[in-house]
């Protein structure tokens, strides 16, 4: 699927392994410090493998799933039409005027044959082996063999040859004979305008090519009758057959398609006057567009339903790598203390994850593959169970090498982004709480920058997804919404409860010990100043704090108390009354 984006793909793909090529033999040491992890910590590179491999088998799935159905429906082209191109139908007295017509563009260049036959719809009774089956959509052709065999590019299986049919005898297709329970030398009764007429089974043929042709079904019971023997049934019911003229392009079954147009322009040009008379079809350029269509669209709906599935190992692989920053933390701090400089730290991290990411390239494709026959077995067994009279699409296990490229990179490269990413967040800590193992602090509150964009982008998705949805458009009703949430992320973190940054909820920092929160004693609306323990209104506006002698306003949340030159923070009261290292007076006694 999608040959289109393999060369993209290809290229950015290409540029990703280029750039981390260079980053591990421009850097000896991160390269040396990437595969040492690898090695030593097996069990955190199973798991970021596994949510690599899960990605890439959800993508190549997808496109094998498209390449199935394409490949299914395009067998309708193979097995109902063989070397047909085009399809020229006349009624009645019109149909010889339009044979006689037609016998000229056998000279075409573009044409490799014209076949002409009759036609006439009929129904058949068997009563083989002591069984009366009945079949009323019967195909009744006349045809020469000899011409049908030679029809078509010069090599090719037309589907329909040897000898013609002898009097008394009739030559039937597979699907006619499953139906009717028949085989060679049974004995068949053919309803022709109303007339029965027995026949006896000289042979069954496949139904592919000529043998399977109709007149626009795609389950066709054919039975072809000796020569004159249709005219012959017409003649005496006071009726006309159809008359049907098959055209083949120049080409195979599939290549010929290309010249539909022109071919049907000239079909127009040599009827002339009688082109409004008859009807003219491309049924293979239907049947192929068809089948692409149904391609795309399936897999299409499969990638976004799986999008979820990729979704989901992507952030496993963002989850994983944060948690191995968090156990790594000291030796970070330790690596960057020591002189690494952060883009530095950041290309072991990519090396070590594009590593994993490469492991699993192939487990996945192989999964992938899995993934697409699994879902082609189940889709068989679901079309065949809807199958009124065999009539419904016969699904094919399938796989290009184009999916399995084009999923390969779209896996990689967006392990690749998800692996970056992290390796840039996690590279961004403080070098001295990193080697105390100390926990973090709070982030920031969203940029307003940051806030301007997101929410746009969220209100123009969201714009875009009321017509989406009205419309009933598959993908974009998927994707819009899901965009305008995660665009407006940011705004929701500034407007909804409890996800305000506070600053004077943090832990101060007491020079020369470690992290302590300040207590109040019973109300939680009450601040205490660790210097005197006196207590301020909550919420401090502005935050201030008092000594015995002094009041001094705070203009920030980490204020300098002048009485006791100390730095302090305020932080919501408690109930607790753990005391204040080194105070003396009341605060001791908290």
């Known amino acids: 699927m999608y040959p289109n984006l393999l060369i993209p793909l290809l290229t950015a793909l290409a540029l990703a392994l280029v750039a981390l090529v260079l980053v591990a033999v421009r850097q000896p040491v991160s390269r040396r410090l990437a595969l040492r992890q690898v090695a030593r910590r097996r069990t955190e590179a199973a798991l970021v493998i596994g949510g690599s491999m899960l990605g890439t088998a959800i993508v190549i799935g997808a496109l094998v799933v498209g390449d199935t159905l394409n490949f299914s429906v395009r067998q309708e082209a193979y097995r109902t039409l063989g070397p047909v191109d085009e399809r020229v139908a006349a009624p009645g007295p019109t149909g010889r005027a339009v044979t006689e017509r037609m016998a000229g563009l056998a000279g075409d260049p573009d044409v490799d044959g014209v076949l002409n036959a009759r036609a006439t719809q009929a129904s058949a009774v068997s009563t083989a082996d002591g069984r009366t089956a009945a079949e009323p959509r019967v195909l009744a052709w006349q045809m020469d063999f000899d011409e049908a065999s030679r029809f078509g590019s010069p090599g090719g299986d037309s589907g329909l040859g040897g000898p013609n049919p002898k009097p008394g005898q009739v030559v039937v297709n597979e699907p006619l004979a499953r139906s009717l329970s028949v085989g060679a030398g049974d004995p068949i009764t053919l309803y022709l305008f109303g007339a029965p007429q027995t026949y006896r089974v000289e042979r069954v043929v496949p139904e592919q090519g000529l043998a399977g042709v109709g007149l626009g079904g795609r389950l066709n019971r054919d039975v072809f009758l000796p020569p004159e023997a249709l005219e012959s049934a017409a003649r005496a019911a006071g009726a006309e057959p159809r008359s049907v003229t098959f ?7 599939e290549s010929g398609e290309a010249l539909t147009d022109r071919v049907t322009a000239d079909i127009r040009q040599a009827l002339g006057p009688l082109a409004g008379q008859t009807v003219i079809e491309t049924p293979k350029h239907t049947v192929l567009r068809d089948a692409k269509q149904a391609g795309d669209s399936l897999g299409a709906l499969f990638l976004m339903i799986g999008s979820f599935s990729i979704i989901a190992g992507a952030l ?34 990519t090396l070590e994850g594009a590593t994993y990411a490469l492991l699993s390239a192939v487990p996945g494709a192989a999964i992938g593959v899995a993934v697409g026959w699994g879902v082609a077995v189940v889709a068989a067994q679901i079309f065949q169970g809807w199958s009124v009279g065999g009539s419904s699409i016969r699904i094919a296990f399938d796989v290009t090498p184009t999916s399995v490229l084009n999923g390969l990179a779209m896996g990689l490269l967006i392990a690749f982004a998800a692996i970056l990413a992290t390796s840039v967040r996690i590279s961004r800590f403080n070098i001295i709480a990193a080697i ?5 602090t709070p982030g920031r509150r969203p940029r307003r920058r ?27 009703t998927y994707l819009m919404p899901a965009l305008a949430l995660a665009f407006a992320a940011p705004a929701l973190l500034r407007v909804l409860p409890g996800t305000r940054s506070r600053p004077w909820s943090r832990e101060p920092y007491w020079p020369g010990h470690s992290w302590h929160p300040s207590y109040a004693r019973g109300s939680s609306t009450l601040l205490r100043c660790p210097c005197t323990s ?18 001094r306003r705070c203009s920030a949340p980490y204020g300098d108390c002048s009485s006791a030159r100390r730095r302090v923070a305020w932080r919501h009261a408690s109930r607790s009354r753990t005391p204040w290292p080194n105070a003396s007076g009341p605060a001791r006694r908290w």
């Open 534 to 551: 006196s207590r301020a209104p909550w919420p401090p506006s502005p935050r201030w704090c008092s000594s015995a002698t002094t009041r």
């Open 436 to 440: 105390r193992d100390l926990p973090t």
């Open 316 to 349: 496993l692989l963002v989850n994983i790598f944060v948690m191995l920053g968090e156990e790594r933390k000291s030796q970070m701090g330790m690596v960057r203390a020591v002189g690494m400089k952060r883009s530095r730290l950041v290309g072991s991290f």
């Open 450 to 476: 940051l806030l301007a964009v997101s929410t746009t982008l969220a209100v123009l998705c969201a714009f875009a997804a009321v017509p989406a949805v009205a419309r009933s458009q598959p993908d974009a």
């Open 247 to 253: 055209v083949s392009n120049r080409g195979g079954v």
